[in-house]
């Protein structure tokens, strides 16, 4: 039982250039997230999906794309890199009242 | 919109001491969890302990408790015996139970705790 995992672990990425970033979790959970944190902050809901399928916007969502195609994976999509896209991005996911993190993957836009 | 606010950004306590941090909330929901994480400097998300709004009794996980005042909307953490291990990152978190509870969690900016030897 991994709990939820992210790919890749750092990654640099000129302005311009697209990546996706994968979550899985292997706890059947139905609620997954995508969080970004910035110096100095908490962490910030991008997106989030609520089961396969169905996706919803968070408070920070714009410059990302996401999709869950199937239950134990949610992709966070980066079209464009900016700069201010450069980040912490952590995943998670929940069944009932408690969210369970990734260990966050640290993306730089150069 | 739920806001989270922790007004301490670092505190510093001696090893084997008790430290109090603190959080406070602004909503108009009457029922909601609230949580604190742990951040090391591994960056790894790590859950603390979990108070439900319903529940009147404070939450205690081992060295760590909660205070929760519904009214006051105000939610601290006191770690006692503090340990060098203590030391990390300290987040509040609010989530809401509307909308079938599926909203993301509301994050205060952080609390850096240090623990002195």
């Known amino acids: 039982n991994a709990g939820v995992t992210q790919t890749p672990k750092f990654r640099v990425l000129k302005t311009g250039q697209s990546m996706t970033l994968l979550c899985a979790q292997d706890?059947?959970?139905?609620?997954m997230y995508w969080y970004r944190q910035d110096p100095g902050m908490g962490l910030r809901l991008i997106h989030y999906?609520?089961?396969?399928?169905?996706?919803a916007k968070g408070e920070v969502p714009d410059g990302y794309n996401v999709s869950r195609l199937k239950k134990q994976n949610f992709l966070l999509g980066l079209e464009s890199a900016a700069p201010s896209q450069t980040s912490v991005y952590f995943c998670?996911?929940?069944?009932?009242?408690?969210?369970?993190f990734g260990p966050g993957t640290r993306l730089l836009v150069l | 919109a739920q806001t989270v606010t922790q007004s301490q950004p670092e505190m510093s306590v001696q090893e084997a001491e008790t430290v109090t941090l603190s959080c406070t909330y602004d909503?108009?929901?009457?029922?909601?969890?609230l949580f604190w994480y742990k951040q090391p400097p591994s960056r790894q998300m790590i859950l603390v302990i979990r108070?439900?709004?319903?529940?009147?009794q404070n939450a205690t996980e081992n060295r760590f408790s909660v205070n929760f005042q519904k009214a006051a909307k105000s939610f601290s953490l006191k770690i006692s015996d503090s340990q060098l291990g203590d030391a990390a990152m300290y987040f509040c978190?609010?989530?809401?139970?509307?909308?079938?509870?599926?909203?993301?969690?509301?994050f205060g900016k952080g609390t850096h705790l240090i623990i002195q030897p």
């Open positions: 909503t108009s929901e009457s029922d909601y969890y």
């Open positions: 706890m059947n959970h139905e609620y």
């Open positions: 998670a996911s929940t069944l009932g009242g408690t969210q369970y």
């Open positions: 108070q439900e709004a319903y529940k009147q």
């Open positions: 999906s609520v089961g396969e399928g169905t996706t």
């Open positions: 978190a609010y989530r809401s139970l509307s909308g079938g509870g599926a909203d993301g969690l509301t």
